[in-house]
């Protein structure tokens, strides 16, 4: 797109299509590094496919919730780590939207792209001093840590009041924090989600919101901005973003064993492996789950713009569905994906076999926390039993 500014969604897709091109012989050498290529973070980079879901008052496109996802899950058709980390941080970019002008600022400064690794889970603990807080922990899963000139991260307060949160969400730039490589994991190796260690760092107040206003979508920041999007729930909003890369990742899947098994010969009777019923009864019932998946997600992209257009904010039972139906879709690819692995013989199990890393990234894409399936499935059982969701979270 080079200095193009047009956030028409199908020319942004078009965009990431030619970008997935571009990344898709990285692919395999992501695996090896257990990183992204710098090459390809300045692909991405030169694409300003970073700039989709940034605000605009910093330079951004400032797209809506869907064309995100619509941008990330054509990158994972040319490389899934490259996806990931793209998804992961363009969701903390839209988060950062919610924080106040001159943090957004502060980061937009050091880095036009605010590429915005981290983790949102509340693993520091930070304790409230003059001017904002000073910050200690160890984070996992920080993916594309390496290109972050800023991390987000969450903590909980040590001495908060009854009055004062309990849990907040901080930016911390480079400097002030630290990398531990401890990625070696079975997929997604390429995304180099790697510790991330702050070690009594000064944040100040501008820096950090509280958890339950930035989850709730209720951050008076995000009321700035020209579009909805900022005012949206953070977790049934993530859980739906994850979906993007496993998704394409899956259907990857698929269009590899059915290429596979097409020419395939029985190795004791000489048969094609395409004639049998029970490899065709296969490839029909996880094409099935692919296509269930893609329709729950479809009607997720659906409440988002309805929300979005018309400016409304989403209940607690619309944001249980939200994620039950996430959940429920990355669980049925997995099931379609696991259905066509275990036909696929025993030369899948080879480094060599391009379907191996395929289902390695998959099943490591699906045990984020996020999108668990029994914590989603339970608030949805619980609210609808009149117990509520179990979590002010939602």
């Not at 941008?71 to 990931?84: D, H, N, P, Q, R």
């Not at 997720?300 to 209940?315: C, S, W």
Request: charged share 20%.
């Amino acid at each position: 797109m080079n200095q193009r500014t047009s956030t028409d969604r199908e020319t942004l897709v078009t965009s990431a299509k030619q970008v997935a091109e571009k990344l898709r012989p990285f692919e395999a050498e992501h695996e090896q590094r257990r990183m992204l290529h710098p090459d390809a973070v300045q692909i991405l980079r030169e694409s300003n496919l970073f700039k989709v879901i940034q605000p605009s008052r910093i330079g951004g496109f400032e797209a809506d919730i869907s064309t995100l996802h619509a941008v990330g899950k054509e990158l994972a058709y040319g490389c899934a780590a490259s996806s990931w980390v793209y998804m992961v941080t363009a969701a903390h970019t839209w988060i950062l939207g919610m924080y106040p002008e001159v943090a957004q600022d502060e980061l937009r400064a050091s880095d036009p792209d605010t590429i915005l690794p981290g983790s949102l889970a509340s693993n520091g603990k930070a304790e409230l001093v003059d001017g904002g807080f000073r910050v200690t922990g160890r984070w996992q899963f920080g993916s594309g840590c390496d290109y972050g000139k800023w991390v987000i991260v969450g903590a909980m307060q040590s001495n908060s009041t009854r009055d004062d949160p309990k849990h907040v969400h901080v930016l911390v730039p480079a400097g002030d924090f630290e990398i531990d490589d401890t990625w070696h994991t079975l997929g997604l190796r390429g995304t180099g989600s790697k510790d991330i260690i702050v070690n009594d760092a000064f944040v100040p107040t501008h820096r950090a919101m509280p958890t339950g206003t930035l989850f709730d979508g209720s951050s008076p920041h995000a009321r700035s901005h020209k579009t909805f999007c900022y005012q949206l729930p953070v977790l049934a909003t993530l859980t739906f973003f994850l979906t993007a890369p496993t998704l394409a990742l899956t259907q990857r899947i698929y269009d590899e064993f059915i290429k596979l098994t097409a020419i395939r010969k029985d190795r004791y009777d000489g048969s094609t492996k395409a004639k049998k019923p029970s490899v065709q009864i296969r490839v029909a019932e996880s094409w099935a789950e692919i296509q269930s998946a893609e329709l729950l997600i479809e009607e997720i992209a659906r409440i988002f713009d309805h929300a979005g257009e018309f400016a409304r904010p989403l209940d607690v039972q619309t944001r249980v569905e939200l994620k039950m139906r996430a959940s429920y879709a990355v669980t049925l690819c997995r099931r379609a994906a696991d259905r066509l692995f275990d036909a696929a013989g025993a030369n899948a199990i080879y480094e060599r076999s391009p379907l191996l890393p395929l289902i390695q990234n998959l099943h490591t894409m699906s045990h984020h926390a996020i999108v668990d399936f029994d914590n989603n499935a339970a608030a949805l059982g619980s609210n609808a039993l009149g117990l509520g969701p179990g979590t002010i979270l939602f």
